[in-house]
T-cell receptor
Framework: GAVVSQHPSRVICKSGTSVKIECRSL??????MFWYRQFPKQSLMLMAT?????????EQGVEKDKFLINHASLTLSTLTVTSAHPEDSSFYIC???????????FGPGTRLTVL | QKEVEQNSGPLSVPEGAIASLNCTYS??????FFWYRQYSGKSPELIMF????GDKEDGRFTAQLNKASQYVSLLIRDSQPSDSATYLC???????????????FGTGTLLAVQP
């Protein structure tokens, strides 16, 4: 079964609204979660690294006030795209890291479309 | 800036042939290397990882690493149409290497296996 889940899998919203994406680790405690964004026909771009109980570390060029990350527990991290615009339309994927064997798993992704 | 380079393809091979996918990386200190397969609209799935110079085989897949040349490749033997996907090379961009953390992805190579 799935080790990592993301919700929602697909979301369409109007420009200016905020969208929250959840990433859940189902089988182990994820000490670290990573958020990636992938535009069509492009590779995954790391947006931020999220550690449980501490502030996320954002990659250069990623606005921390626009992409709010909360890693409140060892099984849940959320990414909120605030005041979304059409250029934020993308495939958002989380990756979790943890467990006794430092396992790594990708979530199934969330397709965001901003109209 | 750390970079991972791949030929975007498409790489077209006939069914049953060997597909060879290549990747170069810029950070000489990188120690962990990964190959992911990504079907259209889906999140990446791990195929193989390699840490040491030389070859690592797993079924029809062989990963090859040459740290001196900063080059990692993936060979797929007896290619099947179901292998048609984008193959992403990823390098651990964490300081000091070791455990997989901050993966830096290449742009991916689209493989098309012709029946």
């Amino acid at each position: 079964g799935a080790v990592v889940s993301q919700h929602p899998s697909r979301v369409i919203c109007k420009s200016g609204t905020s969208v929250k994406i959840e990433c859940r680790s189902l089988d182990f405690q994820a000490t670290t979660m990573f958020w990636y964004r992938q535009f069509p026909k492009q590779s995954l771009m790391l947006m931020a690294t999220s550690n449980e109980g501490s502030k996320a570390t954002y990659e250069q060029g990623v606005e921390k006030d626009k992409f709010l990350i909360n890693h409140a527990s060892l099984t849940l991290s959320t990414l909120t795209v605030t005041s979304a615009h059409p250029e934020d339309s993308s495939f958002y994927i989380c990756r979790v890291s943890g467990g006794i064997y430092n396992e790594q798993f990708f979530g199934p992704g969330t397709r965001l479309t901003v109209l | 800036q750390k970079e991972v380079e791949q030929n975007s393809g498409p790489l077209s091979v006939p069914e049953g042939a060997i597909a060879s996918l290549n990747c170069t990386y810029s950070d000489r200190g990188s120690q962990s290397f990964f190959w992911y397969r990504q079907y259209s609209g889906k999140s990446p799935e791990l195929i193989m990882f390699i840490y040491s110079n030389g070859d690592k085989e797993d079924g029809r897949f062989t990963a090859q690493l040459n740290k001196a040349s900063q080059y990692v490749s993936l060979l797929i033997r007896d290619s099947q149409p179901s292998d048609s996907a984008t193959y992403l090379c990823a390098v651990d961009g964490s300081l000091g290497g070791g455990a997989t953390n901050k993966l830096i992805f290449g742009t991916g190579t689209l493989l098309a296996v012709q029946p």
